[in-house]
C-alpha cells in the first residue's frame, strides 16, 4: 500500500524575539489519521450531477478541508487534511475522480491531521478508507481530484479543493475555475517518472502549491 508523505515547507514569518528555537520549517504540515468508519459511493453516471445527494455536512468550528497529496497507479492513493485553525467532521464531504464520485465517512479530523483513501485491494480499513473498485485507477500522465462539501458536483460553490496535472481537459476543471480554486488554463507538469504529487505551498491555488514526487 502507497503511502503519502505530505511536506510543506513552512513559511515563517520574521521574528526579532532572539529565542533561539530551533527551527521547523521542514516539519510536515499533515499528519496521518485512522478512518472512524468506511465509506459510501454514489452510482458513476453520467448524469451524476443531478442525481446525486448527500447529508448536511457537519463542520466543528473553522475547518479547511484540502486534498493534501495524490499517489498515482492502480493501487494509489488520496489524501485528504484540515489546514484549519479547528477540527471539522468530513460528513456530507465528497471526492470527485470522475466519473467515480466517493463519498467521506463520518471521520473528525483535528488541525494539521489527515486521512488516507487507499485503492489497494489490500488496504486495510484500521489505517486508511478503503476504495478498490469505487475510484478508478489514478493516472500517472493526467487526471484530477475534486474535494466537494456535498454532491453537487457541477456547482462551484461546493467545490473546496482540486488539483489537476497533465491535460486540462477534465471534467472538473471548469468548475474550478469558476470556484477560483484552479488558474485558467494552468497544470502540473508531470513525466513519466512522477508517482504522485504533494503539497508545497497551499497559501494560493493553482500548480505552485504542488510538486511532482518520484520514487
Given at each position: 500500500?502507497?503511502?503519502i508523505?505530505?511536506?510543506?515547507?513552512?513559511v515563517?514569518?520574521?521574528?526579532?524575539?532572539?529565542?533561539?528555537?530551533?527551527?521547523?520549517?521542514?516539519?510536515?504540515?499533515?499528519?496521518?489519521?485512522?478512518?472512524s468508519?468506511?465509506?459510501?459511493?454514489?452510482?458513476?453516471?453520467?448524469?451524476?450531477?443531478a442525481?446525486?445527494?448527500?447529508?448536511?455536512?457537519?463542520?466543528?468550528?473553522?475547518?479547511?478541508?484540502?486534498?493534501?497529496?495524490?499517489?498515482?497507479?492502480?493501487?494509489?492513493?488520496?489524501?485528504?487534511g484540515?489546514l484549519?485553525?479547528?477540527?471539522?467532521?468530513?460528513?456530507g464531504?465528497?471526492?470527485?475522480?470522475h466519473?467515480f464520485?466517493?463519498?467521506?465517512p463520518?471521520?473528525?479530523?483535528?488541525?494539521?491531521?489527515s486521512?488516507?483513501v487507499?485503492?489497494?485491494?489490500?488496504?486495510?480499513p484500521d489505517?486508511?478508507?478503503?476504495?478498490?473498485?469505487?475510484?478508478?485507477?489514478?493516472?500517472?500522465?493526467?487526471?484530477?481530484?475534486?474535494?466537494?462539501?456535498?454532491?453537487?458536483?457541477?456547482d462551484?460553490?461546493?467545490?473546496?479543493?482540486?488539483?489537476?496535472?497533465?491535460?486540462?481537459?477534465?471534467?472538473?476543471?471548469?468548475?474550478?475555475?469558476?470556484a477560483?480554486?484552479?488558474?485558467?488554463?494552468?497544470?502540473?507538469?508531470?513525466?513519466?517518472?512522477?508517482?504522485?504529487?504533494?503539497?508545497?505551498?497551499?497559501?494560493?491555488?493553482?500548480?505552485?502549491?504542488?510538486?511532482?514526487?518520484?520514487e
Amino acid at each position: 500500500m502507497k503511502r503519502i508523505a505530505v511536506a510543506l515547507m513552512l513559511v515563517l514569518a520574521a521574528c526579532s524575539s532572539g529565542s533561539g528555537e530551533s527551527d521547523t520549517s521542514d516539519a510536515p504540515i499533515l499528519e496521518s489519521t485512522s478512518p472512524s468508519s468506511t465509506a459510501t459511493t454514489s452510482p458513476s453516471a453520467p448524469d451524476a450531477d443531478a442525481a446525486a445527494t448527500t447529508t448536511t455536512t457537519v463542520v466543528t468550528g473553522d475547518a479547511r478541508f484540502i486534498i493534501g497529496g495524490v499517489a498515482f497507479g492502480d493501487s494509489g492513493s488520496i489524501e485528504v487534511g484540515n489546514l484549519g485553525p479547528d477540527a471539522g467532521n468530513l460528513t456530507g464531504y465528497w471526492l470527485a475522480v470522475h466519473p467515480f464520485y466517493l463519498e467521506m465517512p463520518a471521520t473528525t479530523l483535528a488541525p494539521g491531521r489527515s486521512v488516507v483513501v487507499s485503492l489497494a485491494e489490500n488496504a486495510d480499513p484500521d489505517l486508511v478508507i478503503p476504495a478498490a473498485g469505487l475510484i478508478g485507477p489514478l493516472s500517472s500522465s493526467s487526471g484530477e481530484v475534486g474535494l466537494y462539501s456535498s454532491g453537487a458536483f457541477g456547482d462551484p460553490t461546493a467545490m473546496v479543493d482540486y488539483v489537476l496535472w497533465g491535460s486540462t481537459n477534465q471534467a472538473r476543471y471548469p468548475v474550478a475555475v469558476a470556484a477560483g480554486l484552479w488558474p485558467e488554463d494552468a497544470t502540473i507538469v508531470v513525466d513519466g517518472s512522477a508517482t504522485g504529487l504533494t503539497i508545497v505551498d497551499r497559501t494560493d491555488p493553482g500548480p505552485q502549491g504542488w510538486v511532482a514526487t518520484t520514487e
